[in-house]
């Protein structure tokens, strides 16, 4: 595979640190809603122990490595098979500046480099945690921890379960509903019904970026073999499954405020993520406006957790 790569000494050190943010998925900041939920839903409860902060805040970094590294390894394999050619190269329907191994501001070393050390960071955080919360960590938690870091960085790598119809779905499903409630049962050693609803809400906000986002590069990705849901199910089954995550997601938005703790009235916080969500449906589902219902998804998760956010602070 050849690429118009740029000469290392042309690449000054802004530029380096820009790649490596692309290629670590940075501009998508929407993961700090679960981890900012999690302590919402925390204090919400009036729930904490001793070094709590610290613990907190050692997930956030772990969170956040492990999806760097989840992404770097992403974009290895994508560079490697062809099918980040086949949708970000020229003609294209994605940028190809948005991938630092096409564009050669990285090298496959780099990336490799980049996504073990991030790799082990994920990992090393899970364990770190014994540390401010005085050794009170159940097994259980630290085998959930290593078990989602695991099976996230293989999302493209090893077991490759994007690879696999309905991997990438399962992937994108438990890592985000995790990280909402993987953070509450370490400090309360229990799940509330707003704890549970919100984590199984946020868990489908974001699979209603990456099915519409899978939808847009099926035919790139069947050819070099990827063999997502959406590239291996006809575009009815598919496009009657993301109608389904559609309805399911302004279902678990509306519970906490009916079936859970916030107030009825705060239901108001979260009109506009409805709102989005309306009009993503007709973007992507009736219009085939695949690559605006993406955009439109993003912001819905940036009206969900702001809205819910909000109510949790004023119930």
């Keep these: 595979m050849t690429t118009d790569a740029i000469p290392s000494t ?39 122990r001793p070094g709590t902060a610290v613990a907190l805040g050692l997930v956030l970094i772990g969170m ?9 390894a992403d974009d290895v394999v994508g560079f490697r098979d062809g ?42 955080s899970g364990l770190a945690l014994l540390i401010p919360l005085g050794g009170d960590v159940p ?7 290593f078990l989602v870091v695991a099976i996230a960085v293989q999302y493209s790598w090893l077991f490759q379960f994007s690879y696999r119809p309905g991997g990438l779905e399962f992937v994108i499903f438990l890592v985000n509903t995790a990280e ?62 993301i109608g389904v995550l559609s309805v399911l997601s302004l279902a678990l938005l509306v519970a906490p405020f ?3 703790s916030l107030n009825p009235w705060l239901l108001v916080c979260v009109v506009p993520a409805i709102v989005l969500r309306a009009l993503q449906i007709r973007a992507g589902l009736i219009k085939d406006e695949t690559q605006r219902a993406v955009v439109l998804g993003f912001r819905s998760i940036d009206a969900v957790g702001l809205g819910l956010a909000l109510a949790l602070v004023l119930s």
Excluded at 15 to 35: D, M, P, Q, S, T
Excluded at 64 to 72: E, L, Q, R, S
Excluded at 85 to 105: C, E, R, T
Excluded at 219 to 229: E, F, H, I, K, Y
């Design 83 to 124: 099918s980040d050619a086949q949708n970000y190269a020229a003609g294209g329907h994605l940028p190809k500046s948005n991938k630092p191994l096409l564009s050669g501001m990285l090298s496959e070393k780099e990336a490799i480099g980049f996504g073990i050390v991030t790799g082990l960071i994920a990992f090393g």
């Design 64 to 72: 956040y490595a492990m999806k760097i590294a989840t992404c770097a």
């Design 258 to 260: 009916v079936v859970g």
């Design 180 to 241: 909402v409630l993987g953070p509450v049962w370490l400090i309360a050693r229990h799940w509330s019904t707003d704890s549970l609803l919100i984590g199984l809400l946020i868990g489908v906000c974001m699979l209603l970026v990456v099915t519409y986002a899978n939808f847009g590069d099926r035919v790139g990705d069947l050819a070099a073999g990827r063999r997502t849901l959406a590239a291996v199910v006809p575009s009815t089954i598919y496009r009657a499954l």
């Design 10 to 48: 042309r690449i000054s050190f802004g530029e380096k640190a820009g790649a490596y943010f692309r290629l670590g998925k940075l501009r998508v900041y929407h993961h700090f809603y679960a981890w900012l939920l999690a302590v919402l839903l925390l204090a919400h409860e009036s729930v904490s």
């Design 139 to 145: 097994i259980l938690f630290l085998a959930g921890w």
